[in-house]
C-alpha cells in the first residue's frame, strides 16, 4: 500500500512535510546559512514608512468624490495594506526585533495594522504558527479550504466569486475549522486599532475610514497581488505542496514569493530569502514554480482540475506546547 490515497477530493498524504527534512539536508550541507536566520534591521524602518504613507493618504482622500476613493483603494492603498499584511507574516517569525524581543514584535505587528483597518495582527500570529508547524494538517492548518469551499465553488464562476470572497473565507474560517480562546493581545489589538479608527474619523471623517478598510478587502481579494494565496500551496502539479514565485511582484511582497525557501526556513527575514535559494540552488531550481501570480489566478478560475479542493491534507500529531 503506498503513502498516497484519496479521501473526497483533497489529496490525502500519510508522510511528513516535506520542508522539515529539506530544512536538515540543506543545513548539514551548507551550514553558513544559519548566518542568514535572525532580525531583518530594515524592516521597521520600511514598514514604518508605509504606516505614515497610509495616514497621509487618508488626509489626502477625504474630500474626494466615493468613485475616486474606491480608485486609489483599489490601485493604491489596498496594494500598501496588503503588503503591510505580508510584513505581519515576517514579523510573526520575529524577524522585525528578533526571538530574543518577541513582545517587541508582537507590538510593532499591531502598529503594522494600523492601516489596515481591523485587527488582524494578533489573530494572524496564533493561527500561523499552526500553518507552520502542521502544513496541511486537518483541522489544524486553517490555511486549508473548508469541504464546504471545495465543494461548491467548482466551476469558473463561482470560483471567480470565491476569489473575490477571499478575505471573509479567510477570517471566518479559523472559527470553524479550529476556535481558539481570544487572547489578551488580540484584544489589545483591537482596542488600539479602532481607537485609530475613531481618531482618523474624528479628523477626516468617514471616507478616509472606508479608503483603508476596502482597499484591505479589495486587494486581498480578486487583484493581482492576492495571486499569492493560491499560488503558495494549492497543488498545480501532483504531489507537490508548496510552491515559490520569483518574479518581480516579490518587490512589493517581502518576497513571499520564496515560499519553498519560507517554510524551510520560517526564521529567516524574506530579505534574506533569495540568498538561501542561491546557496542551495540544487535544491530549489529543480522544483515547479510559479511565474506569475495574474496566471495562477487564471488557471485556478478556468482550469478544472484546479479549485479549492487541490490541497494537500495529512493528520497530524498536537505537539506539545513548549
Known amino acids: 500500500m503506498g503513502n498516497r490515497v484519496t479521501r473526497g477530493d483533497f489529496e490525502w498524504v500519510y508522510t511528513e512535510q516535506p520542508h522539515t527534512q529539506r530544512r536538515k539536508e540543506i543545513l548539514a550541507k551548507y551550514p553558513e546559512i ?15 514608512g508605509m504606516v ?14 466615493w468613485k475616486w476613493i474606491f480608485f486609489w483603494a483599489y ?26 524581543q518577541a513582545k ?11 492601516p ?33 469551499e471545495g465543494w461548491f465553488f467548482c466551476t469558473p464562476l463561482r470560483k471567480l466569486l470565491w476569489l473575490f470572497l477571499q478575505p471573509l473565507f479567510y477570517s471566518l474560517r479559523p472559527l470553524y475549522v479550529n476556535p481558539k480562546a481570544i487572547t489578551r493581545m488580540e ?7 479602532f481607537s485609530i479608527d475613531l481618531i482618523i474619523y474624528y479628523l477626516w471623517g468617514l471616507k478616509p475610514i472606508i479608503y483603508l478598510i476596502a482597499g484591505t478587502i479589495l486587494c486581498m481579494g480578486l487583484h493581482p497581488i492576492s495571486g499569492h494565496f493560491i499560488a503558495e500551496h494549492y497543488m498545480f502539479l501532483k504531489g507537490y505542496e508548496t510552491y515559490s514565485y520569483y ?13 519553498m525557501e519560507h517554510h524551510d526556513f520560517p526564521s529567516i527575514p524574506g530579505c534574506r530569502l533569495p540568498m538561501v535559494k542561491k546557496i542551495a540552488a540544487e535544491y530549489y531550481d529543480n522544483l515547479p514554480h510559479h511565474q506569475s501570480w495574474i496566471r495562477v489566478l487564471w488557471d485556478f478560475v478556468f482550469d478544472d482540475s484546479i479549485g479549492p479542493y487541490s490541497r494537500v491534507k495529512r493528520l497530524c500529531k498536537l505537539a506539545k506546547e513548549s
Open 52 to 65: 505614515f504613507m497610509q495616514f497621509l493618504a487618508c488626509y489626502l482622500v477625504k474630500d474626494l468624490s
Open 187 to 193: 484584544i489589545f489589538n483591537a482596542l488600539v486599532q
Open 247 to 259: 518574479g518581480p511582484l516579490n518587490w512589493l511582497t517581502f518576497n513571499v514569493g520564496y515560499h
Open 75 to 100: 490601485g493604491f492603498g489596498g496594494c500598501i495594506n496588503h503588503s503591510l499584511t505580508l510584513a505581519i507574516h515576517d514579523i510573526s517569525h520575529n524577524v522585525a526585533f528578533g526571538n530574543k
Open 116 to 148: 489596515i483597518g481591523i485587527p488582524y495582527s494578533a489573530s494572524f500570529k496564533k493561527y500561523h504558527i499552526d500553518h507552520h508547524r502542521y502544513l496541511g494538517g486537518d483541522s489544524l492548518d486553517v490555511d486549508i479550504p473548508t469541504d464546504f
Open 34 to 48: 544559519k548566518s542568514l536566520m535572525g532580525p531583518d534591521p530594515h524592516l521597521k524602518w520600511i514598514v514604518s
Open 104 to 114: 517587541w514584535n508582537r507590538w510593532f505587528a499591531v502598529f503594522a495594522n494600523l
